[in-house]
């Protein structure tokens, strides 16, 4: 067994092991059975390599289990529960929600993070000092068909306070990160000076994600074409801003490897940029290591390095793998394009180069395929014009993000040059968010379906992952295909 395979049994025996978890309860003995006899088989049959291998990934798994198991344990031992919490409170995070403000703050003194919500106004934003004196509680779930106190403990925020909060100072978290957040606003404050809604709320979207700034109904359509991704903080948006800055740092005469580590450095500045949010963080890792794998010249072991980057978030927050709809679809649609990559290379790609639109079908065929039943189960609908609107809206995207973002720089640099670019901006903008409309328009062009079982998602991915099986049997010895590597996450969603 080569090294590369040890490796990729070691991190997927780690993440079967936070699987397991995640579904089902395990006995504390269960782990400790586990350990004994993976250590008993170590000992016993070490000049075995296959055996000394076998119960390494054993304990691997339960390292994976235990894991996993010690952060949902901390969702039921709620020692704060019903406390009455009285003093000062540091903003971490605040979200928009229909009746007002999520507010994410940490506890001076308990070091915990808890949940306010308030009205929309007055407005709080990161570093705001609050007044609070709240009852802390378990978050409760007020819809069985979406666990929100688990979604919110991948975030780190086991309780909700409520009661009587008042700003009394700010600017008192992180410098830095103020001042990050700080460029950000400014930044996407000159985009809408120049650019109208709702094209502005767009543009400042495929820079830094979100779609708060869209109607209802926009937003409606962008979920009815499957064209939601282009606004979320995802792998799409931070592959084609790493693919800018290594142009640029050629551009300014710096090496191909220097200039990737130049991206690198791009890649964190957005991240935080952004807000840090757990599809940001994900899309940074799995674009680090692609460019990574780029710098070295290993590209062609680029699903390693996929499940690593799973690896890795999971080792740091392991609930994001059942209770996180993004990294499910984040790591599935870009398996799923590298995994079929080789296959559309050889048999449609090159027979059909049309301007690149192959790539797109072919790419995006391949990322829907994958998760096309988590979106199902999930969201109870699915879009059956995604493929067409792909097609036809992708690869424009990486120049309308190119545009909006010079209408940014040169909004501080010199106003006459941002309102030139600002009108090619708009023109793109406005071609896609009316191409989507008329797409969404069709009464085919989504499909509602009832809530499917657990069990047909296992079926389902257990006869793709044959599928995909045979074909890289019949496959063998083909050199993997020349994508552009960074195109690989085009369709990864938040």
């Not at 705001?128 to 106190?149: M, P, R, T």
Request: proline share 2%.
């Amino acid at each position: 067994m080569s090294k590369s395979s040890v490796f990729l049994f070691i991190l997927l025996s780690f993440i079967g092991g936070v699987f397991v978890r995640s579904f089902f309860e395990i006995n504390q003995n269960y782990f400790f059975l586990l350990v004994l006899f993976s250590l008993i088989m170590l000992f016993i049959f070490y000049k075995n390599k296959f055996a000394a291998l076998a119960a390494f990934f054993v304990l691997v798994f339960v390292l994976g289990e235990w894991i996993t198991d010690r952060e949902i344990e901390k969702t039921k031992n709620l020692i704060y529960s019903g406390k009455t919490f009285q003093g000062t409170a540091l903003v971490e995070k605040v979200t928009s929600s229909t009746f007002g403000q999520n507010i994410i703050a940490e506890l001076s003194g308990e070091k915990i993070s808890v949940l306010l919500q308030t009205s929309q106004y007055p407005e709080y934003k990161y570093g705001d000092l609050l007044q609070v004196s709240c009852v802390a509680n378990a978050i409760e779930n007020k819809d069985i068909s979406f666990d929100y106190k688990m979604y919110m403990a991948k975030e780190g925020v086991l309780y909700q306070c409520k009661g009587y909060i008042k700003k009394i100072g700010e600017n008192k978290g992180s410098w830095i990160y103020s001042k990050i957040i700080s460029a950000r606003t400014s930044f996407e404050g000159k985009i809408i000076k120049v650019i109208p809604m709702p094209y502005g709320a767009l543009a400042s979207g495929l820079l830094f994600g979100g779609s708060s700034g869209l109607s209802k109904e926009i937003q409606n359509d962008f979920s009815k074409t499957g064209m939601t991704h282009i606004v979320a903080v995802s792998g799409y948006n931070v592959t084609i801003i790493a693919e800018y800055l290594i142009m640029l740092g050629i551009f300014l005469g710096l090496w191909r490897k220097q200039a990737i580590w130049f991206a690198f450095v791009g890649i964190i500045l957005f991240v935080v940029m952004a807000g840090l949010p757990a599809s940001a963080v994900r899309a940074g890792v799995m674009s680090s290591i692609l460019l990574w794998a780029m710098k070295n010249g290993r590209l062609a072991s680029s699903e390693n390095a996929i499940i690593f980057a799973a690896a890795i978030m999971l080792a740091i927050n392991p609930l994001l793998l059942r209770w996180d709809v993004g990294f499910q679809l984040s790591f599935l649609a870009t398996l799923g394009i590298v995994v079929s990559s080789s296959f559309w290379e050889k048999s449609f790609i090159k027979k059909n180069k049309a301007l690149g639109i192959s790539e797109a079908i072919a790419l995006s065929l391949s990322a829907q395929i994958f998760v096309l039943p988590i979106i199902a189960y999930n969201f109870n609908i699915v879009s059956v014009i995604s493929l067409l609107a792909n097609v036809f809206i992708l690869p424009i995207i990486p120049l309308s993000m190119l545009l909006v973002f010079l209408v940014g720089i040169f909004g501080f640099i010199f106003s006459p040059l941002s309102v030139v670019f600002a009108w090619l901006s708009f023109l793109l903008l406005f071609y896609e968010i009316k191409l989507i409309h008329i797409l969404a328009q069709f009464p085919w062009a989504s499909i509602e379906i009832e809530k499917i079982s657990v069990w047909w998602i296992f079926l389902y991915y257990c006869i793709l992952i044959l599928g995909i099986y045979f074909l890289k049997k019949r496959e063998c010895g083909v050199i993997p295909n020349q994508i552009n590597y960074f195109y690989i996450q085009s369709f990864v969603s938040s």
